[in-house]
């Protein structure tokens, strides 16, 4: 079965720098897809960013970009130029390809924005 | 139009009562699935339907049915509450497993408080 681990449970950065919240995984599998979730105060879980395994670039998404580092099962998100509305819970999630294809998430990290 | 919408968004209701959590869906998916995240904000699925069949059914007690009258709804329906039910239920919907860069889209949950 697969599982993945956040092992930074809070987490925070002054407004407009960057930072990066940490991810691994563990999986037998060679093909999967990778996300990050946001789960501000409203509860609302929103995709922020998605990885197939299969592509080497990582990906990016404005302000986000993904270090995914297949080999050492790693993946981490980077938010750049950090905003007050970026603070809220961030779930680092695993899919496979086969099967049915629920999401195994990590435990979140909750991240805080300092003025 | 909110695509993946639940009701009720808050629940409050005494131990051994029985309670549904309605899911609708208008992004025309295939597959939906029901998410439980406990009090320390784990989420972890709990089953999952493709085109009313049922797909995932993780370990989850009898107490829980989900119901898919068609493929725009899902429904869980909780017997014999217990207060270690309370936590917020997620609704999410995709495409069919079938699409290997189906994105899951989630509903802003349901907190279920058991007194």
């Known amino acids: 079965a697969q599982t993945v681990t956040q092992s930074q449970p809070e987490m925070s950065v002054q407004e407009a720098e960057t930072v990066t919240l940490s991810c691994t995984y563990d999986?037998?599998?060679?093909?999967?897809?990778l996300f990050w979730y946001k789960q501000p105060p409203s509860r609302q879980m929103i995709l922020v960013i998605r990885?197939?395994?299969?592509?080497?670039q990582n990906a990016t998404e404005n302000r986000f970009s993904v270090n995914f580092q297949k080999a050492a099962k790693s993946f981490s998100l980077k938010i750049s130029d950090s905003q007050l509305g970026d603070a809220a819970m961030y779930f680092c999630?695993?899919?496979?390809?086969?099967?049915?294809?629920?999401?195994?998430f990590g435990q979140g990290t909750r991240l805080t924005i300092n003025p | 139009d909110t695509a993946v919408s639940q009701t009720p968004k808050y629940l409050v209701t005494q131990m051994g009562n029985d309670k549904s959590i309605k899911c609708e869906q208008n992004?025309?998916?295939?597959?939906m699935y029901w998410y439980k995240q406990d009090s320390k904000k784990f989420l972890k699925i709990m089953f999952s339907?493709?085109?009313?069949?049922?797909?995932i059914n993780e370990t989850v007690p009898n107490r829980f049915s989900p119901k898919s009258p068609d493929k725009a709804h899902l429904n869980l329906h909780i017997n014999s509450l217990e207060l270690g039910d309370s936590a917020v239920y997620f609704c999410?919907?995709?495409?069919?497993?079938?699409?290997?860069?189906?994105?899951?889209?989630f509903g802003a949950g349901t907190r279920l408080s058991v007194l």
């Open positions: 999630a695993y899919r496979s390809v086969q099967g049915a294809q629920k999401l195994v």
């Open positions: 999986t037998s599998e060679s093909d999967y897809y």
């Open positions: 992004l025309g998916h295939d597959t």
């Open positions: 339907y493709n085109n009313k069949e049922l797909i």
């Open positions: 990885q197939e395994a299969y592509k080497q």
């Open positions: 999410a919907s995709s495409q069919a497993p079938s699409i290997a860069k189906n994105i899951q889209y």
